[in-house]
Every structure is written in C-alpha cells, then in structure tokens.
C-alpha cells in the first residue's frame, strides 16, 4: 500500500535567510538520494492559521521502502546533524489510500 509522508515545520532561521534556503537545499538533496524516495516536493506555508511554515513531502511505494528510508544512514544523519539543531516545530502525517 502506498504511502504519502508529509512532515511540516518551522526552521529557527529567518525567513529567506541563506540559511534557510541551505536547510531546504541540503533536505533535498540528501532526502531525494535515499533509495525509495519518490515525488520529493517542498512547499511554504501561505496561511496566517498555523505557525509551521515549511513542509516536506514524499511517497513510498509500500511500508518496505518506507520503513527502508527511515532507518536510512542519511535520512539519519540529516536528523541529527540538522533537523534537530535547525528545526523548532513540526508535525509528521504518514497517509495511505
């Protein structure tokens, strides 16, 4: 059963600073090199109802291949050496058909 993995937050960094523009460069690059990762899209948030402004969003062919990019040792390293230090708050959904 596919899966659609959506994680939305909020970076510690000021809006368009170049540190924000590297954060979401560097996800895309590492997280769209993780075998399995498919339909790879950043959006920013535009209403004033939520205070998370970036989303990160993926698909998976199956439980496998999500499960596979979830113990992957860049989607780790990118967790720890970025995500925790960069990100302030976020929400992760996981939805199937």
Partial sequence: MPIQHTV??????????VEEREFLAT???VLTSIPGVEDFVI???V???SALTHQFS????????YAAYDA??????????R??????????????E
Avoid: C, N
């Fill in 72 to 81: 992957h040792p860049a989607h780790a390293a990118f967790v720890t050496e």
């Fill in 27 to 29: 996800g895309h690059a």
């Fill in 43 to 45: 959006r920013r948030q």
């Fill in 58 to 65: 993926m698909s998976f062919v199956d439980e496998e291949a």
């Fill in 83 to 96: 995500w925790l230090a960069e990100v302030a708050e976020f929400q992760e959904y996981d939805f199937v």
């Fill in 8 to 17: 939305v937050f909020r970076l510690i960094h000021p809006e368009g600073s």
């Fill in 47 to 49: 209403s004033d109802k």
